[in-house]
């Protein structure tokens, strides 16, 4: 570990304090947490979080790589500014061959511990922050898992690489700009695919102009591809296959017990269907104006190399 200092707690990069209050932000101005320099290399978090009474931590810069193998196989999780490493409090399963974290280059956290504890005892909407943040690293992890099923190999190179852009890419004037310099093994882990099919993948995307590879990352030309047709039942049924519970759910005889769950039921259905609708409305909001700076850009380029083209005039 490297030397310790201090963050703000309403640094940027801190994205703990999103919902506070005008009064709250005043109140919690001065208010630091301990920041720990990590240096590269393997990095043992559930060390750094016990020698600091700390439940977790929270990456302030730079990225880190989480890695898990099963027999000849290994998998990886990219987590960056913004992401939680919470102490693991069981034991993972025997068949998992290695669980570590590494840094590539050195980064810094912030510990969540004390401190921590007693800025949510004055300010607790800090604390449906810290569930947010560990809910958008639940949905990157998910979308990664579907993204590793497409069958395309190219495809799931291009999809990984907006998912990360998603969270920590730039728009620029020529695109979208990923500043993560990942080589080809590792894109292979975190798609599920060989190093050399990689490299083909990445290959083809590069000459049919979906990207453009920089020295310290890449730029995106071209969105994913979108769905097309109908989609298929996400819930897939199961086979008869039920989990016991250490205690069971309570019985209701009485059918008027169980008919009063329903209202409540339904305007959680509707709070959610509200929420998917902005989302759906963001996301395709997103794609549009991707398209449109995509083709402003290659039309100036076309234009460019006409220009190149055109004879001087006598």
């Known amino acids: 570990m490297a030397s310790l200092d201090r963050v703000a707690l309403l640094d940027v990069k801190l994205e703990l304090t999103r919902h506070l209050a005008p009064a709250e932000r005043a109140d919690l101005a001065n208010t630091t947490l301990t920041a720990v320099g990590v240096a590269r290399g393997p990095v043992v978090f559930d060390t750094l979080l016990r020698q600091h009474n700390a439940f977790a931590a929270t990456v302030l810069d730079g990225v880190l790589v ?53 800025v949510a005892r004055r300010a607790p909407r800090v604390i449906p922050a810290l569930y947010e943040c560990i809910a958008d690293q639940m949905q990157r992890l998910n979308s990664q898992l579907v993204i590793c099923q497409l069958p395309r190999v190219d495809e799931r190179v291009l999809a990984i690489l907006w998912l990360l852009a998603e969270s920590w890419g730039h728009v620029t004037p020529g695109g979208v700009r990923l500043p993560l310099a990942l080589t080809h093994e590792t894109l292979g882990a975190l798609i599920g695919a060989r190093r050399p099919t990689v490299t083909l993948a990445l290959r083809k995307l590069s000459e049919n102009g979906s990207i453009v590879r920089q020295d310290s990352g890449w730029l995106l030309l071209e969105p994913p591809p979108q769905p097309a047709g109908t989609p298929k039942e996400l819930t897939p049924e199961l086979a008869g296959i039920s989990l016991s519970r250490s205690e069971p759910a309570p019985e209701f005889s009485d059918p008027s017990v169980r008919y009063a769950f329903l209202p409540e039921t339904v305007r959680q259905l509707r709070e959610q269907h509200a929420h998917d609708q902005q989302e759906t409305r963001n996301q395709l909001k997103r794609i549009w104006t991707t398209r449109v700076r995509i083709t402003a850009t290659r039309e100036r380029i076309a234009q460019e190399a006409l220009t190149r083209r055109r004879p001087p005039s006598s």
């Open 66 to 118: 989480h890695a898990l193998q099963i027999g000849e196989h290994s998998g990886v999780q990219l987590l960056g500014p913004g992401d939680l490493l919470v102490q693991s409090t069981t034991s993972p399963p025997s068949w998992l061959e290695s669980i570590e974290f590494r840094a590539p280059a050195p980064v810094h956290v912030a510990i969540l511990g004390e401190e921590f504890l007693a």
